[in-house]
């Protein structure tokens, strides 16, 4: 290697470096806000080495409000976001594979109306949704937040089928010589070897639903529904002092179940994408 080249190696790694800190530096800032007390996150800037180590801000954290610890709150929020993702991989995978597999009439237009589902804005269908969920009697109640992803989400449907499109129909082809009906090839042939969307879909999914506010903040009215993510806002009181210490302490405890998530599924990941979802 060159002297040249190891200049613009050394140049690029400290690049990466600078842009990597400057990346998860607020990550750092709440971890490290969650060991100071509220003066010394309100007055210390930028700096992230607490003058003392606060630990007791985990335990009033953890103890919440209104007599409802953060064990309920972190319970709901993993009941919601687990039946949710399990629900969009199962709905989404099913619609993949109609929509990339089986031959009907009309299925052009059902993908043009779906792929149009993902270009309309959350807000605009807001009102309309809570209009409907509270005819229906659901607006309480956690049905608002899992019900939809029973029947597929636009994003990790077309994620699905580009994957899929990948798989050979010949194998397809081979399962029906042998006999095999649309639903066997479906279980045996596809959904195994969708296993890196899938698992792509179970890490994003879990974090869009462990970190929703909009959604449990509208539709949750009862505190031992909350979820994590409106259990935290609940800490910022404008009407009394609000302990930043312990916000900040929930909130570094609700990053671990999306990184064990990501750390528990990311050697299928890598190791599905390695193989492009084949094995010979």
């Known amino acids: 290697m060159t002297k040249k080249h190891k200049i613009e190696a050394v140049l690029y790694h400290l690049f990466v470096c600078l842009f990597g800190l400057l990346m998860i530096y607020p990550v ?16 210390g800037g930028m700096n992230l080495i607490p003058p003392a180590w606060r630990v007791e801000n ?20 993993f009941f919601v976001a687990a039946v ?15 929509f990339s597999r089986v031959k009907y009439k009309g299925r052009n237009i059902w993908f043009t109306a779906m792929i149009c589902t993902m270009m309309i804005p959350t807000q605009i269908i807001l009102v309309p949704q809570y209009i409907i969920y509270n005819k229906l009697g659901f607006v309480g109640t956690y049905l608002p937040l899992i019900l939809p992803h029973f029947f597929g989400q636009a994003f990790f449907i ?19 010589i042998d006999g095999c009906s649309k639903y066997t090839i ?22 869009w639903k462990w970190d929703d506010f909009m959604s449990p903040m509208i539709y949750l009215s009862k ?3 909350y979820t994590a993510s409106v259990a935290i806002k609940n800490f910022a009181d404008s009407t009394s002092t609000t302990d930043y210490g312990a916000m900040f302490a929930m909130s570094t405890l609700s990053l671990i179940p999306v990184f064990l998530i990501f750390l528990f599924f990311n050697r299928y990941l890598v190791e599905g994408i390695s193989t492009s979802g084949i094995k010979g």
């Not at 985990?58 to 929020?77: D, E, L, P, V, Y």
């Not at 077309?158 to 029906?176: N, V």
Request: charged fraction near 10%.
């Open 28 to 43: 750092l800032w709440m971890i490290s806000g969650s060991l100071k007390n509220n003066t010394e996150i309100l007055n």
């Open 58 to 77: 985990f335990a009033n954290g953890w103890k919440g409000f209104g007599g409802i610890s953060f064990a309920t709150f972190f319970s709901n929020s």
């Open 84 to 98: 949710s993702t399990i629900a969009t991989v199962l709905s989404s995978a099913c619609v993949a594979y109609a």
């Open 158 to 176: 077309y994620q699905m089928m580009q994957f899929g499109s990948g798989i050979p129909r010949d194998l397809d082809e081979a399962a029906i």
């Open 186 to 207: 479906f279980t045996k042939i596809f959904l195994p070897l969708l296993k890196p969307s899938i698992v792509t879909t179970i890490i994003i999914q879990f974090y």
């Open 223 to 225: 505190p031992k529904m």
